[in-house]
């Protein structure tokens, strides 16, 4: 089952306003991961992160590996439609090889 | 360039029917395997994964299970299916740790399954 807390669960907003989401463990992550699913289709990788404080941008996409490598935040500058969809955190530990997600946020974007 | 084959893309099957859903991964070798399940509206869950041939763990006990005849092909299967088995079933697949860092997993486009 999932171990990761993601919030929020859904957002709905403006076009050109800007999107925060984060995803907080229980356990120390070796690796953060943000995928985007649009409908009908599976995820799609964003943004990989693998150091703590790491902060990497994807256009107009930002994400953090936290400090502590219990959270990772997602950042969307200006939105626009295409943003719609279900964003997923995913972390994973040390030497593990199964990845675990958040619930997802879902993304709704008005013109 | 690695590509990730999923199907079928929808099925419908009557409670009680055998499912085989495939997975099959081209451009890479010795890739780890995975199946999640998807609830409507809901997050990921892991159902199996794989780091060889032959080799599966299993993370839910359930009415599934998962094999890997070859390198490169995963399958999912069921006996007997339950209405609670209807959901969305990605594969994926990563590469191999190397050191201590892992590799992201890169899904396939899913099947759509509904259960009757």
């Known amino acids: 089952g999932q171990q990761l807390n993601q919030s929020p669960q859904s957002m709905f907003i403006q076009e050109g306003e800007d999107v925060s989401m984060n995803c907080t463990s229980s356990?120390?992550?070796?690796?953060w991961l943000w995928y985007k699913q649009d409908p009908g289709e599976g995820p799609v990788l964003l943004i990989a992160?693998?150091?703590?404080?790491e902060l990497t941008s994807n256009g107009r996409l930002t994400a953090q590996f936290g400090i502590t490598r219990k959270d990772s935040f997602l950042n969307i500058s200006a939105s626009i439609p295409s943003d719609v969809g279900i964003y997923f955190c995913?972390?994973?530990?040390?030497?593990?090889?199964?990845?675990?997600f958040g619930a997802g946020t879902r993304l709704t974007v008005k013109p | 360039s690695q590509t990730i084959h999923q199907w079928p893309a929808t099925l419908v099957q009557p409670v009680g029917s055998p499912l085989s859903l495939e997975c099959t991964v081209e451009?890479?070798?010795?890739?780890?395997l995975y199946w999640y399940r998807q609830a409507a509206g809901r997050g990921l869950q892991l159902l199996f994964y794989?780091?060889?041939?032959?080799?599966i763990s299993s993370e839910v006990p359930q009415n599934l299970s998962a094999s890997r005849p070859q390198d490169r092909q995963f399958i999912l299967s069921s006996k007997k299916l339950l209405l609670s088995d209807s959901g969305f079933y990605l594969c994926?697949?990563?590469?191999?740790?190397?050191?201590?860092?892992?590799?992201?997993?890169?899904f396939g486009n899913g099947t759509r399954l509904t259960v009757t």
């Open positions: 994926a697949w990563s590469t191999r740790p190397v050191s201590s860092y892992n590799s992201p997993l890169h």
């Open positions: 995913a972390g994973q530990e040390r030497n593990n090889n199964d990845m675990r």
């Open positions: 992160l693998y150091k703590a404080g």
């Open positions: 794989s780091v060889g041939i032959g080799q």
């Open positions: 356990s120390i992550f070796n690796t």
């Open positions: 451009g890479t070798s010795n890739p780890n």
